[in-house]
């Protein structure tokens, strides 16, 4: 099943007795208990209808054992349950745990009583018995990032709903400048629509006057200025980060980063993986690997690690004081321009 038509069942009041939800976005997650919360609890109910654990402080047998005790005065329970322990392979924690109450649970789960796990990673442990169990005993969710056209819209969709008109060009802007994190996205949304106003229009220009780059993406900008030969305007956001405060040696070690990504980029892509592919292996949006793939094609592999090497040495030079950090920052954006 997947998130839309869990969403279309809860609202429909037809919701499953567990839910398993993980991956890494959190403000997709929050959006999902948020409806289960408003369809399924009634307001003046929720501070006793609702409970919250987490199995790093409290054993599951204990939460089964509160799933099962019969609701006071109302139709049903929601219990939230965190965790990054059972369904992950993360560290053991001090709490031990009867996994086997669980399985049992799940054969034969309560019908007053809505369990939804919390799973802080971007992946099950496949191997573990109760990960398999509750794949097939529960609804089992993932919320990955989304990317592409998909974020795009969903960006058009969030203005629309505070009927606002959004372009395609306008929300492609807003991530160049505000990164692929939802939440953040979300922020910057309310934000333009309260400068647009109901029945307005924003356009490239408005975000680009009202949305900030962070500082990730000042360095995606400032790699594709160097990239490109554009000196000037890659220095500009070098001193733009100065004035906002960012040390030297954190803005040389996201440059490293950058240019790290756009390696690995390039070798995985020789070997003809997919965008997608490569996502997934790197840990990174896709939306990232995009910006780092058309990067790649300026650069030749070698010079990619020619250049990581002058940032490793840059690195030491800062952090023994043999050379000042805005000196040397400057000195080495302007080889690196003078040889791009």
Not at 155 to 161: E, F, M, P, R, T
Not at 273 to 296: C, D, N, R
């Amino acid at each position: 099943m997947d998130v839309k038509t869990a969403v279309k069942a809860i609202r429909k009041g037809e919701p499953a007795s567990v839910y398993l939800l993980y991956g890494t976005e959190k403000y997709s997650i929050k959006q999902f208990t948020d409806i289960l919360k408003e369809q399924l609890i009634e307001e003046e109910h929720r501070d006793f209808a609702m409970a919250s654990y987490d199995t790093a402080e409290t054993p599951i047998e204990q939460i089964i054992e509160e799933a099962e005790t019969v609701p006071f005065l109302v139709p049903r329970k929601l219990i939230f349950v965190r965790d990054q322990n059972l369904f992950t392979a993360g560290k053991d924690t001090k709490i031990e745990h009867k996994i086997e109450t669980l399985i049992t649970y799940l054969d034969n789960p309560v019908d007053y009583s809505i369990l939804v796990f919390l799973v802080q990673g971007e992946k099950l442990d496949e191997r573990k018995k109760i990960v398999k169990t509750t794949k097939s005993k529960a609804t089992v969710l993932s919320f990955g990032p989304i990317h592409g056209e998909e974020l795009t819209s969903w960006l058009v969709k969030q203005a629309a709903s505070r009927k606002v008109t959004m372009g395609q060009e306008a929300a492609e802007t807003l991530i160049q400048r505000a990164g692929t994190s939802l939440q953040t996205l979300s922020a910057e949304v309310d934000k333009l629509c309260l400068y647009a106003g109901e029945g307005g229009t924003l356009s490239k220009v408005n975000v680009e006057d009202l949305v900030a780059r962070n500082t990730e993406q000042n360095i995606f900008a400032m790699v594709e200025d160097i990239a490109n030969l554009r000196l000037g305007k890659a220095l500009d956001i070098f001193y733009e980060l100065l004035k906002q405060k960012e040390e030297p040696i954190k803005i040389a070690a996201l440059i490293s980063r950058q240019f790290r990504i756009i390696l690995q980029v390039k070798e995985l892509g020789a070997q003809s993986y997919s965008q997608q592919q490569i996502a997934s292996q790197l840990g990174l949006h896709p939306y990232a690997v995009k910006i780092a793939g058309e990067q790649s094609k300026k650069f030749p592999a070698d010079r990619l690690r020619f250049i990581l090497k002058s940032l490793a040495d840059l690195d030491y030079q800062m952090k023994t004081g043999a050379i000042d950090k805005v000196l040397g920052l400057e000195l080495f954006l302007l080889r690196l321009g003078s040889h791009s």
